[in-house]
């Protein structure tokens, strides 16, 4: 009998875990949170990822359970693996994901390069940390950000108090997570897999670039890279894997600072948007080796394929129409460009589909990406 993965989270993630499932003959079965979603093709089962009861019910079809997003409470986790369930990652990896303050902390006990940071509980905390760090900080809620949301540049304590009053309307409290502002020069990010078992592989270092708080485009490997920082880099990332424990595809985000430090931003115990270029530019693609890694298989050779790959977000799509109307002009006019779209209605601001170039010219491949992806644009 086939193996069964099975996914919490009907999202772009696990839509694109599809075609390297039937490559290897896994049956991908999904737990949606709604019909029509961007991974309806496997989805097997539609219910609430908060329900233990029901996500339960769905692990107990499947061989392991692994995920689209991070947010499957703690106490849902706790309940599977009670039960006897593999959950991948396990939810003491998972924790790190879920909380930035928790994460913090771990990195910090690591040895992690990170910027400076604290817990901070209220107005007067938050502006002595402004006050100690340049008269700017970064505030963040430690839960249920992502893409730049839950995410502020500020200049004074008050600018967060809407916040601090939401915690204190909570009845278990907290703390907001205070950062410095890094002056740093670029964004980068580090893929690494992580199987049960041990084996670890690291995968090219690339640069991130973010608009809006949302990745616009990502280059592979990032261009101007040492070999001393793609060593870092790879050492920064196995060793928050096998410090936190994960398995399968860990993303870190890291800053390169304008004294050439690579600083710890965010971690995504997933496949990551960071790593999509790894579909047509790498050996073996992210959404592959998490499958293998959650399965405990041999993972596969993480290297690149070509010697370039640019990977551009679609971000919206047209604002009239659907993004296939557009397949046609875009096909004819860049045939080296690999187009990947995610069965979403356009939407401003919203992830609808990638595009990736591969080749030998990072200018011609950023150029054939760019132009690409605009065409799905008005």
Request: proline share 4%; net charge negative.
């Amino acid at each position: 009998m086939a193996l069964r993965v099975g996914v919490v989270g009907g999202g772009q993630l696990a839509r694109m875990m599809i075609a390297p499932a039937v490559e290897l003959g896994v049956e991908l079965r999904v737990l949606a949170e709604e019909d029509a979603m961007a991974a309806s093709l496997a989805a097997v089962a539609v219910g609430d990822y908060r329900d233990a009861g029901t996500v339960l019910g769905f692990a107990r079809t499947v061989d392991v359970v692994t995920f689209d997003h991070e947010h499957v409470p703690q106490e849902v986790l706790a309940v599977l693996v009670e039960s006897g369930v593999a959950v991948r990652p396990g939810p003491s990896a998972l924790r790190f994901a879920q909380d930035k303050l928790l994460m913090r902390a771990r990195l910090a006990e690591l040895g992690m390069p990170q910027p400076d940071w604290a817990a901070v509980t209220d107005v007067g905390a938050l502006q002595a940390f402004i006050d100690a760090h340049g008269g700017r900080a970064v505030v963040k809620t430690p839960r249920g950000g992502y893409d730049g949301k839950g995410v502020r540049v500020v200049d004074a304590a008050v600018e967060a108090e809407d916040w601090f009053a939401a915690l204190a309307e909570d009845a278990r409290g907290g703390a907001l997570l205070a950062e410095e502002l890094v002056d740093f020069s670029r964004e980068l990010a580090q893929q690494v897999a992580r199987r049960p078992s041990g084996e670890v592989r690291a995968y090219d270092i690339v640069e991130t670039v973010q608009r809006g708080g949302v990745c616009a485009e990502v280059i592979a490997p990032a261009p101007h890279s040492s070999e001393r920082m793609r060593d870092v880099a790879a050492r920064i990332g196995v060793g928050i894997a096998e410090g936190l424990d994960v398995v399968g595809m860990l993303a870190v985000e890291l800053f390169e600072t304008t004294d050439q430090r690579l600083l710890v931003n965010e971690l995504a115990m997933r496949p990551h948007n960071s790593g999509h270029w790894t579909q047509d530019g790498a050996v073996t693609s992210q959404f592959e080796q998490h499958l293998r890694a959650v399965l405990d298989l041999p993972l596969g050779d993480a290297t690149g394929s070509t010697p370039w790959a640019v990977m551009v977000n679609i971000l919206g799509g047209p604002a009239d129409g659907g993004l296939d109307e557009r397949f046609d002009a875009a096909m004819a006019a860049h045939p080296r460009a690999k187009i990947h779209t995610y069965g979403k209605a356009p939407r401003p601001g919203r992830k609808v589909g990638h595009v990736t170039v591969t080749g030998d010219d990072l200018d011609d491949v950023a150029y054939q990406a760019r132009a690409a992806a605009s065409l799905f644009l008005d």
